[in-house]
């Protein structure tokens, strides 16, 4: 079983701060790693993707991956509370038959508070 | 900017009945995807779709589901006789390859079996 986890908080962060988002996965052919958020009732949009080990920046959002610890995170700096939501992790393998597919987490809910 | 559009938002059925829940990918995507997500729960892969034909399905796809591109823009998912753990967000995806490139979701289709 290909498992992705993620502390489902709610992790809670004053305005401005950094907000770190962590996910772990158990499969170590996976090879496309992104982060979606998700607010209540609405459908997944994506923030970022990664493929190679390392950070990726987009804006306020950095994403890190190291393939070897099987671990991704998301960095949000100068949360607002707009980007008070559950973000998702999601990976995908490539070839085989898990061609496209994506394996989600549970998600962590972040709050961002005045 | 183009999108994955979904109809309806909402269905409400009766245990038994069959449902359709179409999608509309993004124009120059080959790859489609349905997912689904249960109230409070994490977000689930149920099938792929290229080429007029599906590329994987998941545990959850038994025989009581189906999909079908019955003419160049749209993309069904049919339940043929309901049940109440249906009862779910059902999301479709489209890529324009399937290996690496982002999945861009549908707004959703909340369905309700009584």
């Known amino acids: 079983q290909k498992e992705v986890e993620q502390n489902s908080g709610p992790l809670s962060v004053p305005e401005g701060a950094i907000a770190s988002l962590n996910c772990t996965y158990s499969?170590?052919?996976?090879?496309?790693f992104f982060w979606y958020r998700q607010y209540s009732g609405k459908s997944p949009e994506l923030i970022m993707f990664?493929?190679?080990?390392g950070d990726k920046e987009d804006g306020r959002f950095t994403a890190q991956l190291n393939k070897a610890s099987q671990y991704v995170s998301l960095l949000i700096r100068d949360s607002q509370p707009s980007d008070s939501a559950t973000y998702l992790c999601?990976?995908?393998?490539?070839?085989?038959?898990?061609?496209?597919?994506?394996?989600f987490g549970q998600g962590t809910i972040l709050t961002v508070h005045p | 900017e183009p999108e994955v559009t979904q109809t309806p938002s909402h269905q409400v059925t009766q245990m038994g009945q069959e449902v359709i829940l179409r999608c509309v990918p993004i124009s120059n995507h080959l790859y489609f995807y349905w997912y689904r997500q249960i109230l409070g729960q994490k977000v689930e892969f149920l099938v792929s779709f290229y080429n007029n034909e599906i590329s994987e399905k998941s545990e959850i796809f038994d025989d009581q589901f189906s999909v079908e591109r019955p003419d160049g823009s749209n993309f069904t998912l049919k339940i043929r006789s309901t049940k109440l753990e249906d009862s779910a967000m059902y999301f479709c995806?489209?890529?324009?390859?399937?290996?690496?490139?982002?999945?861009?979701f549908g707004p959703g289709t909340r369905l309700l079996v009584l």
């Open positions: 999601a990976v995908r393998n490539a070839g085989g038959t898990s061609y496209g597919k994506l394996t």
């Open positions: 990664i493929y190679s080990n």
């Open positions: 499969d170590r052919g996976s090879q496309s």
């Open positions: 995806a489209s890529s324009a390859v399937g290996g690496r490139e982002t999945q861009y």
